[in-house]
């Protein structure tokens, strides 16, 4: 089993920056992919970035420049650094957990980001 819990969301004006956490915990395999998706209300949940257990990254292309993710292993935490926020970042932000020994992956409970105009 593992635990994921994300932290961090907030309201920030347009044009500002917030760091948004992914703490994992429990029977994490040593080889693993850890990500941020986003949701608003009646879309389908959307990749925003992931970041491999060797610390390869990927990002959608809309935020790339804007945001980056990394991570601190010794904390076994993944972050989510967004910088020049827009409102259409508005979203529900949720962290995942996979890995290849999984048929499901595990997901956070999200964490809100609202950005005003």
């Known amino acids: 089993q593992v635990q994921v819990v994300e932290s961090g969301g907030g309201l920030v004006e347009a044009g500002g920056f917030l760091r948004l956490s992914c703490a994992v915990s429990?029977?994490?395999?040593?080889?693993?992919?850890i990500g941020w998706y986003r949701q608003t209300p009646g879309k389908q949940r959307e990749f925003v970035a992931h970041i491999s257990s060797a610390g390869a990254t990927t990002y959608e292309s809309s935020i790339q420049g804007r945001f980056t993710i990394f991570r601190d292993n010794a904390k076994n935490t993944v972050y989510l650094q967004m910088n020049s926020l827009k409102p259409e970042d508005t979203a529900v932000y949720y962290c995942?957990?996979?890995?290849?020994?999984?048929?499901?992956?595990?997901w956070g409970q999200g964490t809100q980001v609202t950005v005003s105009s």
């Open positions: 995942k957990y996979t890995d290849i020994t999984i048929t499901d992956p595990y």
């Open positions: 429990g029977r994490t395999a040593t080889i693993h992919t």
